[in-house]
């Protein structure tokens, strides 16, 4: 270290050009290492963010030929095991199991039951376990259980072996069968099923009840439209009916009451038949496919207006097949689905992001049924010409596009689309819910109200101190308002949380009051000051009276809180809460936005502070005396020559104050509540960005959509603080270059 500055120039020339050489070597080789860093920490979570605009893709992995499945042109389902290692085919004749590593037929016992009937129409119970119902020629009905069982050998190799259990066959009515929706849970079993005749019924059997001994039949009235299609939903209370005429009609089920009609609703052309109904996974979407090609999802939504306060609402529509839909596949784990039409073609479709992510063309022989594998990473299909195609599907985002993250989104159970962030749920049926708005409007609505108390507080401090303050005095003040800003913000964040939230909540009148009181004070006790003789005055230093004003705001701030009882009573008829919801219908939350801007603030006030107080010092003092002199009062000077003179300064503190506002994420994760909502009340809470990540990232499965969407937020965090920063530099500089006196 050079302690005497000539030392340093008395050395000889040559070790003096060494040493300039090494410091600019050394600053040149930090000044890199940093926009390396910089550039290393962009380019890590742009690596991670891509994958999910990445866009899906299916490939042929497996097509076999089985030339016994022309037999019929029946009714058809198909699936796979979650190892793409057997596939099972079901027609009107038989049902098949398939090993795909070899492409040979599984032999597998029939049960008697199956094989001595004709089977003409047949439908899936859903869930995880695989069970089917059967409707006959004879009009009877004959339930399914298919599985396989796995074995190992001696020598270690696993072998699964598939079997099919059937049930008594259980007599409904004496004409064929043609439209079956099947479902079951804990309560038993409901099936809906149409006849040739043009009959429709509902079949009950109860859980204990495995033969059909006791199952109820009741009839419903036919549909002025033809019967073209059935769909159950899990909890056995709506059946819906697709009719030929373009109609939907809901009809409602009770253990206890008769069936009743709630409403039709008109959903395609008069001359449009709904050709398909189904059910996405949790069963609360509705997805209807009419002969024209048409596929969209619908749902019951809430309306006052209608006698039984639901309503059919339409909520995503997907891209036209151009051809009769003849097969639907939901997938088990997400909102997507699968369909196939009459031109062969398989479409892989979304709900959630209400898109179409891809179309194969299978060939150009109609697709008989499809069906996804469970863990949604293969479609297998079934066409008319007897092939059997397996197709590798990779699509591990689907939920995620640039509308299901910044636009509304038309969510199951909500009546109207929404902004809403609700990354888990209790169960995997519920759809992910990953806007970004709401949590982009919660940090931009915190670092606003965190702004709107420490500007104000931290330039004006940085005046006092630096124009109006007496230097013995300043050289005490300021080094204390720096030291605040060593305070770490979990301590301050627990302090909002724990103490501070609840006092505001107890002591809100007082706080209304001292909005009022403390300006009248300041104000009055300033005039007070400009009228005292100069026999008072000449008692104080000059730049000291400011000392005066702390007992009179201690004695304003203590009336306010001693009056606490009589501002409520006064004001706000005895209760704030209940005065502010039902005068200005605000909720008030314990944790909310007036916590964070007060906490906050009170933690970038320093940041501003410290930068605005320098650069209002430097304004060059023969300035301020010269302004002076020529007849300018102090404050006169302090508006128009040196607030312009450091305006470089004080725009730098606010920018750097709104950067570390906006990267906050301690007070704002333990005092507001983490609510994500968009609203500008300051009394509810919010979430943000930063709070977010921290919440979040701890239990987001690695490579998820959560997990890459939370990445997605740290790099919107890391785009957004990088503008800021390049504007404010650029709007600094403009400053500097204008109001700057050399």
């Given at each position: 270290?050079?302690?005497?500055?000539?030392?340093?120039?008395?050395?000889?020339?040559?070790?003096?050009?060494?040493?300039?050489?090494?410091?600019?070597?050394?600053?040149?080789?930090?000044?890199?290492?940093?926009?390396?860093?910089?550039?290393?920490?962009?380019?890590?979570?742009?690596?991670?963010?891509?994958?999910?605009?990445?866009?899906?893709?299916?490939?042929?992995?497996?097509?076999?030929?089985?030339?016994?499945?022309?037999?019929?042109?029946?009714?058809?389902?198909?699936?796979?095991?979650?190892?793409?290692?057997?596939?099972?085919?079901?027609?009107?004749?038989?049902?098949?199991?398939?090993?795909?590593?070899?492409?040979?037929?599984?032999?597998?016992?029939?049960?008697?039951?199956?094989?001595?009937?004709?089977?003409?129409?047949?439908?899936?119970?859903?869930?995880?376990?695989?069970?089917?119902?059967?409707?006959?020629?004879?009009?009877?009905?004959l339930l399914l259980k298919i599985g396989t069982t796995t074995e190992f050998s001696d020598q270690g190799e696993r072998r699964k072996r598939p079997h099919v259990r059937a049930g008594a066959p259980i007599p409904v009515t004496d004409s064929p069968i043609v439209r079956l929706a099947y479902r079951s849970n804990d309560q038993g079993s409901l099936l809906a099923l149409a006849t040739?005749?043009?009959?429709?019924?509902?079949?009950?059997?109860?859980?204990d009840d495995p033969t059909g001994a006791g199952v109820i039949v009741t009839e419903l009235p036919q549909p002025s439209g033809?019967?073209?299609?059935?769909?159950?939903?899990?909890?056995?209370?709506?059946?819906?009916?697709?009719?030929?005429?373009?109609?939907?009609?809901?009809?409602?089920?009770?253990?206890?009451?008769?069936?009743?009609?709630?409403?039709?609703?008109?959903?395609?052309?008069?001359?449009?038949?709904?050709?398909?109904?189904?059910?996405?996974?949790?069963?609360?979407?509705?997805?209807?496919?009419?002969?024209?090609?048409?596929?969209?999802?619908?749902?019951?939504v809430r309306r006052s207006d209608v006698p039984t306060g639901w309503t059919l609402t339409q909520m995503h529509t997907f891209r036209s097949h151009a051809a009769p839909v003849t097969a639907f596949a939901p997938s088990q784990r997400v909102k997507g689905f699968v369909t196939g039409d009459t031109k062969g073609n398989v479409f892989l479709h979304h709900a959630t992001s209400s898109q179409t992510l891809l179309r194969v063309a299978n060939g150009e022989f109609p697709i008989r049924a499809v069906a996804f594998a469970p863990k949604g990473d293969a479609v297998i299909a079934l066409d008319g010409a007897g092939q059997l195609s397996l197709y590798q599907?990779?699509?591990?985002?689907?939920?995620?596009?640039l509308d299901t993250l910044f636009g509304k989104v038309w969510y199951e159970g909500y009546d109207q689309p929404a902004y809403v962030w609700q990354s888990s749920s209790g169960s995997d049926e519920v759809e992910p819910k990953l806007g970004l708005l709401p949590l982009a409007f919660g940090t931009l609505k915190g670092t606003i109200y965190a702004l709107f108390l420490a500007v104000p507080i931290a330039i004006f401090a940085a005046i006092c101190t630096s124009q109006f303050m007496h230097h013995d005095l300043r050289a005490k003040v300021k080094p204390i308002i720096e030291v605040i800003a060593a305070l770490p913000t979990v301590v301050l964040g627990f302090l909002a949380g724990l103490w501070l939230a609840p006092l505001l909540e107890r002591m809100l009148p007082a706080l209304a009051g001292m909005v009022l009181v403390l300006p009248v004070l300041v104000i009055v006790a300033s005039f007070s000051w400009h009228l005292c003789p100069?026999?008072?005055?000449?008692?104080?230093?000059?730049?000291?009276?400011?000392?005066?004003?702390?007992?009179?705001?201690?004695?304003?701030?203590?009336?306010?809180?001693?009056?606490?009882?009589?501002?409520?009573?006064?004001?706000?008829?005895?209760?704030?809460?209940?005065?502010?919801?039902?005068?200005?219908?605000i909720q008030y939350d314990q944790r909310n936005a007036l916590v964070v801007g007060i906490v906050m603030g009170f933690a970038i006030v320093p940041v501003i502070y410290s930068i605005a107080e320098e650069a209002l010092s430097n304004v060059p003092k023969s300035q301020i005396a010269g302004s002076l002199?020529?007849?300018?009062?102090?404050?006169?000077?302090?508006?128009?020559?040196?607030?312009?003179?450091?305006?470089?300064?004080?725009?730098?503190?606010?920018?750097?104050?709104?950067?570390?506002?906006?990267?906050?994420?301690?007070?704002?994760?333990m005092a507001t509540g983490n609510t994500p909502i968009l609203d500008w009340n300051w009394a509810n809470g919010f979430r943000t960005l930063s709070a977010n990540i921290a919440v979040e990232i701890p239990e987001a499965p690695h490579g998820g959509s959560l997990y890459r969407v939370l990445f997605l937020a740290a790099l919107l965090l890391f785009i957004v603080t990088f503008v800021i920063n390049s504007l404010a530099e650029l709007v600094r500089q403009r400053l500097r270059d204008k109001y700057s006196h050399g």
């Open positions: 270290m050079i302690t005497n500055p000539l030392s340093y120039l008395s050395r000889p020339v040559h070790l003096r050009s060494v040493i300039d050489r090494l410091a600019r070597g050394v600053i040149a080789v930090g000044g890199l290492a940093t926009i390396v860093s910089i550039l290393g920490i962009f380019f890590f979570l742009f690596r991670e963010v891509t994958p999910l605009f990445t866009a899906p893709s299916a490939k042929l992995s497996q097509r076999l030929s089985v030339p016994a499945l022309l037999a019929d042109e029946g009714p058809a389902q198909v699936a796979v095991d979650e190892h793409r290692e057997i596939a099972q085919v079901f027609t009107s004749g038989a049902i098949q199991f398939f090993d795909l590593a070899s492409g040979q037929p599984i032999a597998l016992e029939m049960p008697a039951q199956l094989t001595s009937r004709q089977v003409t129409a047949m439908a899936s119970g859903g869930g995880p376990t695989a069970r089917l119902a059967v409707g006959t020629a004879a009009g009877e009905i040739k005749a043009g009959r429709l019924f509902l079949a009950r059997i109860a859980p033809g019967v073209a299609s059935l769909a159950l939903e899990a909890s056995l209370e709506h059946l819906y009916v697709g009719t030929t005429d373009g109609h939907i009609i809901h009809v409602g089920v009770s253990e206890t009451q008769p069936p009743d009609v709630r409403a039709s609703y008109a959903v395609a052309g008069p001359t449009t038949a709904i050709s398909m109904l189904g059910f996405l996974s949790g069963d609360r979407s509705l997805v209807v496919m009419a002969a024209d090609g048409a596929v969209s999802t619908w749902g019951l599907v990779q699509n591990p985002y689907p939920e995620v596009t100069m026999s008072i005055k000449r008692h104080f230093s000059p730049g000291n009276e400011a000392l005066l004003l702390m007992p009179i705001l201690a004695l304003g701030i203590g009336g306010c809180l001693w009056a606490h009882s009589f501002f409520e009573v006064w004001w706000f008829d005895g209760n704030i809460k209940t005065w502010l919801s039902s005068r200005l219908g002199a020529l007849g300018a009062t102090r404050w006169q000077t302090v508006l128009h020559l040196v607030l312009l003179s450091a305006s470089p300064g004080i725009f730098s503190g606010v920018m750097i104050g709104f950067g570390r506002a906006i990267g906050e994420t301690m007070i704002v994760l």
